[in-house]
């Protein structure tokens, strides 16, 4: 299954298929990128991250995608489980002289069924 | 220890009251933030502190009042909030790139 984000916020799919997370950013001297999951009641959990100077980075059952020339990122889960039911946000790292701050997108909710 | 523990974990005030919310972290971090979230929205970005000093108040309205007192601690002083302050309470803490959130406080105000 394939979200679009920003456009279906919601993305449902069959335990054990691959699922796909899609990303659009705004700021094109972002120089990393995270993406978070967020379980109810909880704060955001780190899944994965990736810097600008790469285009691809792979974890356990998942991998990021950067193409920095679209400002997109999207998130493969590998083999979805019903653990892995939540809202998943992707962030940008801004960095100014002296700090960096985290920015948000708007987040799709991945449900999941047996 | 390489979590952000904030307390409480739920708080219900009315709009006169005065709260605080608390944010502790022992990993060394030079940075903390305070995030808010409502209901199925991202966390927005409220303040950063970067060694112990206030870099970053994105707009947010005097009825919230940060307070970073050493390198492990940050608070935030609630006064005469309105309702539609109620939402999650984040608090995060970074080092080079890597952020770690606490699970935040859920305010309820009445």
């Known amino acids: 299954g394939e979200s679009v984000g920003l456009h279906l916020p919601t993305l449902s799919v069959q335990e054990g298929d691959n699922s796909i997370i899609n990303c659009a950013y705004s700021?094109?001297?972002?120089?990393?990128f995270i993406w978070y999951k967020q379980e109810s009641g909880k704060g955001p959990q780190f899944i994965i991250d990736?810097?600008?100077?790469?285009d691809k980075r792979q974890g356990q059952r998942v991998t990021v995608l950067l193409n920095k020339t679209v400002k997109h990122l999207s998130l493969q889960i590998a083999a979805t489980q019903p653990g892995d039911s939540a809202v998943y946000f992707c962030?940008?790292?801004?960095?100014?002289?002296?700090?960096?701050?985290?920015?948000f997108g708007t987040g799709t909710r991945l449900l999941v069924s047996p | 220890d390489t979590e952000v523990t904030q307390t409480p974990k739920h708080l219900v005030m009315g709009m006169t009251n005065k709260k605080s919310l608390k944010c502790e972290q022992h990993?060394?971090?030079?940075?903390m933030y305070w995030y808010k979230q409502k209901a199925k929205k991202p966390p927005e970005l409220m303040f950063v502190?970067?060694?112990?000093?206030?870099?970053i108040n994105e707009s947010v309205p005097s009825r919230f009042s940060p307070e970073c007192p050493n390198s492990s601690l940050l608070n935030l002083h609630l006064h005469a909030l309105q309702p539609e302050d109620s939402a999650l309470y984040l608090c995060?803490?970074?080092?080079?790139?890597?952020?770690?959130f606490g699970s935040g406080t859920r305010l309820t105000v009445v």
């Open positions: 995060a803490s970074s080092q080079r790139g890597s952020y770690t």
């Open positions: 700021n094109s001297a972002s120089d990393y």
């Open positions: 990736i810097r600008s100077n790469m």
């Open positions: 962030a940008e790292n801004r960095r100014r002289t002296g700090f960096q701050k985290l920015v």
């Open positions: 990993m060394g971090h030079r940075a």
């Open positions: 502190y970067s060694y112990e000093k206030l870099s």
